[in-house]
């Protein structure tokens, strides 16, 4: 389908055109005409399928056909990380280009002078909000901001949102909104805690679910089998091996993330790092010496997964197994993009095989294992099932244990009452004569 097929006005199309958007997406196909018609919409689709364009859109033609206030704010675009309002706004200010639509970035890590840069758009009312929930928080305690022009309220990547303790926020700026307006809420996942906060705050909901697309077959993807000790070695191995033109390497801390980076860089190589101790400035620094290839490779948590577009990377590395599917095609699909070839390596221990066997089950094919250099010691084998089954014996024979134990201590305790009982000497009853007598 093409993007002409929508009713969008020419102001729109020009800016489509501009950024060379011809062909839809399935997100795009189905989510447009249900937010063009100002249906609640709940959409399940993961990063990467289009889904910023598929709210950005029908929201900015609405905006253009529908009568709105032209010094309030009218539309709110919840994220939550700063790195995914400030893609958003990018994507917003080239469809909005030939339109009049003002817009604003409000996000944390930033110096005074974006606070008051922030402070001016929405006290003046810019047309659309793009916010992280603690930093519009934080302007709405401070400053008293008329939301009453909102008409549109959109939460992109709400399942991270909920995962990254927003819950709260969320709740109380969408209690500050009108309640005669339009929700949409995107989500990667559909948890349990997604559909309750839908039912929350939307209304009659439209649902859309599109399938995890799966990567493309251009990116070689393999995994060492290994010991959790053995995959700092592993790392200095394949870094000393092929030194990558681009690399990205993902660890689940931050603390883990600083740990990698010093030890990487102890070996000679142009490392940089990318988590959330990083102020704004430190983290465009980062990306921007990333992008211009002054360092080689960038070692992160998910933030990068999920809330940068960088093109051109050569090598992905999980250090850990991702807990979830949709977070391991989030990683390894920041390679190969735009008809390129790239590489996506994962170390393996033995209490993630479970999970590594399950992306290997949604992907319908084995990933290649490549032997551990003899160099690093013997190395385990890859039996996920036995390993499951270890895990669970494991947890049954502790319960088992943390029973006995308990039985142990009742069973003491009766023992101990029990003689207690024995013990205490029972005062003989006295008769009726005799209390007669003591007058008790």
């Not at 033109?245 to 600083?258: E, N, P, Q, R, Y």
């Not at 319960?399 to 009742?410: D, G």
């Amino acid at each position: 389908m093409q993007f002409t097929d929508f009713p969008f006005c020419d102001s729109l199309l020009k800016g489509l055109e501009s950024m060379n958007f011809t062909e839809t997406t399935p997100v795009q196909e189905q989510a447009i005409p249900v937010i063009l018609e100002k249906r609640d919409a709940i959409v399940c689709a993961q990063t990467g399928t289009g889904k910023t364009a598929a709210y950005l859109l029908p929201l900015l033609s609405n905006l253009q056909t529908e009568p709105h206030h032209e010094n309030k704010i009218n539309a709110i675009i919840m994220a939550p990380t700063r790195e995914l309002a400030q893609q958003i706004d990018q994507q917003l200010e080239g469809f909005a280009y030939f339109t009049p639509f003002s817009s604003i970035a409000v996000y944390g890590g930033s110096d005074g002078d974006a606070w008051d840069v922030q402070k001016k758009g929405l006290l003046t009312g810019a047309d659309v909000v793009i916010a992280t929930p603690g930093r519009l928080l934080s302007h709405i305690n401070l400053y008293d901001i008329d939301f009453s022009g909102v008409k549109y309220f959109v939460l992109d990547e709400a399942d991270r949102m909920l995962d990254m303790g927003f819950y709260d926020d969320i709740m109380k700026i969408e209690g500050l909104l009108p309640k005669n307006r339009q929700t949409v809420m995107f989500s990667a996942t559909m948890p349990k805690k997604i559909r309750q906060l839908a039912k929350t705050i939307l209304h009659n909901p439209v649902e859309i679910s599109i399938a995890i697309s799966r990567p493309p077959e251009t990116i070689a993807q393999s995994a060492y089998i290994c010991y959790e000790s053995q995959k700092v070695a592993l790392l200095k191995y394949i870094f000393k091996n092929k030194k990558p033109a681009k690399a990205i390497l993902f660890a689940g801390t931050k603390a883990k993330v600083k740990e990698i980076a010093k030890t990487l860089r102890k070996i000679g190589l142009s490392v940089g790092e990318m988590h959330s101790d990083l102020d704004q400035s430190q983290r465009d620094q980062t990306m921007h010496e990333f992008r211009s290839e002054r360092i080689d490779i960038l070692v992160a948590t998910d933030i990068v997964a999920r809330g940068i577009d960088i093109d051109d990377i050569s090598l992905i590395v999980n250090f850990e197994v991702p807990r979830d599917v949709e977070d391991y095609v989030h990683r390894i699909g920041r390679t190969a993009r735009a008809g390129d070839s790239g590489t996506a390596i994962t170390l393996v221990s033995p209490q993630e095989q479970h999970r590594f066997l399950r992306i290997e089950k949604f992907l319908h094919k084995d990933i290649d294992k490549i032997p551990v250099p003899a160099e690093l010691g013997s190395a385990p084998e890859y039996c996920p099932q036995k390993e499951r089954k270890s895990k669970k014996s494991s947890r049954s024979q502790q319960k088992k244990r943390s029973n006995n134990v308990s039985h142990r201590k009742r069973t003491s305790v009766s023992k101990n009452v029990s003689t207690i009982k024995k013990r205490t000497p029972r005062r003989k009853s006295k008769s009726r004569s005799e209390k007669d007598q003591t007058g008790r």
